[in-house]
């Protein structure tokens, strides 16, 4: 039974705009220590890869939070949500800590899929009932 489905669009550029006026600091609010490592390989490769991942890891962590219904509410929060790749490419929603807790007693299952293309990464996420 579908629980929640949740979309978000995201412009690379805005991104872009955030991080040129805090830095770093701004990717450590919103990635998990995992994809704060991607994201540094990314970044040091082509800075503009670094800044589609961060634009992607950001919108479906917003899909996300529109699926469950919280916002970025507690349990909600971007660094409990993360978003990592199965060896074959297909992205995988990954919680921690409480989100991890409340979204497992609530018998929940995720589904994510990412894009990103020139200044924009799209989101899309349905989230399921397993009872």
């Given amino acids: 039974m579908i629980y929640g489905i949740g979309t978000d669009i995201c412009d690379i550029r805005r991104v872009a705009a955030t991080f040129e006026r805090h830095g770093e600091?701004?990717?450590r609010r919103v990635l998990s220590d995992g994809e704060l490592a991607v994201w540094r390989r990314?970044?040091?490769?082509?800075?503009?890869?670094?800044?589609?991942?961060?634009?992607?890891?950001?919108?479906?962590?917003?899909?996300?939070?529109k699926a469950i219904g919280k916002g970025m509410h507690s349990p909600m929060s971007w660094r409990l949500c993360?978003?990592?790749?199965?060896?074959?490419?297909?992205?995988?929603?990954?919680?921690?800590?409480?989100?991890?807790?409340?979204?497992?007693?609530?018998?929940?299952?995720?589904?994510?899929?990412?894009?990103?293309?020139?200044?924009?990464a799209a989101s899309f996420v349905v989230v399921e009932r397993n009872r």
């Fill in 25 to 27: 600091r701004f990717a």
């Fill in 42 to 65: 990314r970044s040091a490769r082509l800075p503009r890869r670094g800044l589609s991942y961060l634009a992607t890891r950001f919108s479906a962590k917003e899909a996300f939070s």
């Fill in 82 to 120: 993360e978003v990592a790749n199965e060896a074959s490419g297909k992205p995988v929603i990954v919680l921690h800590g409480a989100l991890k807790a409340w979204f497992e007693a609530e018998g929940l299952r995720a589904h994510v899929t990412v894009t990103d293309e020139a200044d924009y």
